[in-house]
């Protein structure tokens, strides 16, 4: 049974650019959560998808964008990149109010 | 808002040591309250938990009290391994999502 998988493992785009990174939750898990972590800090929660709509939102610009499919993958687009957009891009699947057990091993973006 | 609060790292300590990293958190409500670790190249993986006042999670040798009295969640073990090195991060559900502290870097030296 996989866990969670993102794609791709690293990236590297230029300023202005846009991006999208993809999430498979766990087997059997229809919630996908995803968060930014930026070098020495914690995560930061970006926004949260469930039956196919964004159910909660963090503190980030509408520049990052989501779309959840009816398989429950999970997409995350960031447009105009910026040089602080670099950072591991993490993707969860909670079950109801459960602790976020099942992460992906995440997506490292770097801008340019 | 909500909020977590970790020590300052790096913490660096000689192999079977004892080791305290504090937490401390603002919330409202009575949120769940997690410590997860982060193995040097790899994610994140959820240590323990604990879900009301006065729980203790325990997990390898690893514990942590919930206290609602000092809004606190220390991660503790008594002899700390070379291979307990990593960083540890403190964090509390608030609603749909989950709040992390910056994190706390932990060396153990042989």
């Known amino acids: 049974d996989a866990g969670v998988t993102q794609s791709p493992t690293h990236l590297i785009k230029t300023r202005g650019q846009q991006v999208t990174l993809r999430c498979s939750p766990k087997?059997?898990?229809?919630?996908v959560s995803w968060y930014q972590q930026a070098l020495g800090q914690g995560p930061q929660f970006i926004f949260q998808?469930?039956?196919?709509?964004?159910?909660q939102r963090g503190n980030f610009p509408d520049r990052f964008s989501g779309h959840q499919f009816p398989n429950y993958s999970s997409e995350l687009n960031v447009n105009a990149l910026l040089l602080g957009d670099s950072a591991l891009y993490l993707c969860?699947?909670?079950?109801?109010?459960?602790?976020?057990?099942?992460f992906g091993p995440g997506t490292r973006l770097t801008v340019t | 808002g909500d909020s977590v609060t970790q020590m300052e790292g790096p913490v660096t300590l000689s192999e079977e040591a004892f080791l305290t990293i504090n937490c401390t958190y603002t919330?409202?409500?009575?949120?769940?309250l997690f410590w997860y670790v982060q193995y040097p190249g790899e994610g994140l993986q959820l240590l323990l938990k604990?879900?009301?006042?006065?729980d203790k999670g325990s997990n390898k040798g690893f514990e942590a009290t919930y206290r609602k009295e000092t809004t606190s969640f220390h991660l503790e073990k008594g002899s700390v391994q070379v291979s307990d090195s990593a960083v540890y991060f403190c964090?509390?559900?608030?609603?749909?999502?989950?709040?992390f502290g910056a994190g706390t870097r932990l060396f153990v030296k042989a």
């Open positions: 969860a699947s909670p079950q109801s109010r459960d602790p976020l057990k099942y």
């Open positions: 087997s059997g898990h229809d919630t």
């Open positions: 998808y469930y039956e196919e709509e964004e159910r």
């Open positions: 919330a409202t409500g009575y949120p769940s």
């Open positions: 604990a879900t009301k006042a006065d």
């Open positions: 964090a509390l559900t608030g609603g749909f999502k989950t709040i």
